[in-house]
C-alpha cells in the first residue's frame, strides 16, 4: 500500500522556519519525483518545490525561491522541506505527492499529474 505522510506543520510567526517531512512507503522511493504542494483557504493548490527521483533536481516556485529548500533522504524514503523567512502568505496546508515519470519536468507543478497525496499538514504563519 502506498503512503504519503506529511508532518511538521504547526503555528509559527514571521520570519521563522519550519520543516516539513514526508515519509513515503509502499513505492520504491528513488524512482519517483516528490512535489509539496500546498493550498491555501479560497486558493487553488499550487506547487511549492519538487525532487526529482532520477537525479534529486530540485525545482521551487518563484514565490519559495531562496527561502525553502527541499531534499530527500533515501535510505529513510523521505523528503523535507525546510522553510526559513516564513511569511503570512505561506499560510496554507501543505500536501506532499508523488509520480513517477514527469512528461517535462518543467511541468513539475501540475498537480494532475501526481498518483499519489498525502493528507497534508497545516502551517500557519502570524504576522
Known amino acids: 500500500e502506498v503512503q504519503l505522510v506529511e508532518s511538521g506543520g504547526g503555528l509559527v510567526q514571521a520570519g521563522g522556519s519550519l520543516r516539513l517531512s514526508c515519509a513515503a512507503s509502499?513505492?520504491?522511493?528513488?524512482?519517483?519525483?516528490i512535489t509539496w504542494f500546498r493550498q491555501a483557504p479560497g486558493k487553488e493548490r499550487e506547487g511549492v518545490s519538487c525532487t526529482s527521483g532520477s537525479d534529486s533536481s530540485a525545482y521551487y516556485a518563484d514565490s519559495v525561491q531562496d527561502r525553502f529548500t527541499i531534499s530527500r533522504d533515501s535510505a529513510k524514503n523521505t523528503v523535507y522541506l525546510q522553510m526559513n523567512k516564513l511569511k503570512p502568505e505561506d499560510t496554507a496546508v501543505y500536501y506532499c505527492?508523488?509520480?513517477?515519470?514527469?512528461?517535462?519536468?518543467?511541468?513539475?507543478?501540475?498537480?494532475?499529474?501526481?498518483?499519489?497525496w498525502g493528507q497534508g499538514t497545516r502551517v500557519t504563519v502570524s504576522s
Open positions: 505527492a508523488a509520480v513517477r515519470h514527469l512528461l517535462l519536468p518543467r511541468l513539475w507543478a501540475t498537480s494532475n499529474f501526481y498518483d499519489y
Open positions: 509502499g513505492f520504491t522511493f528513488d524512482d519517483y519525483h
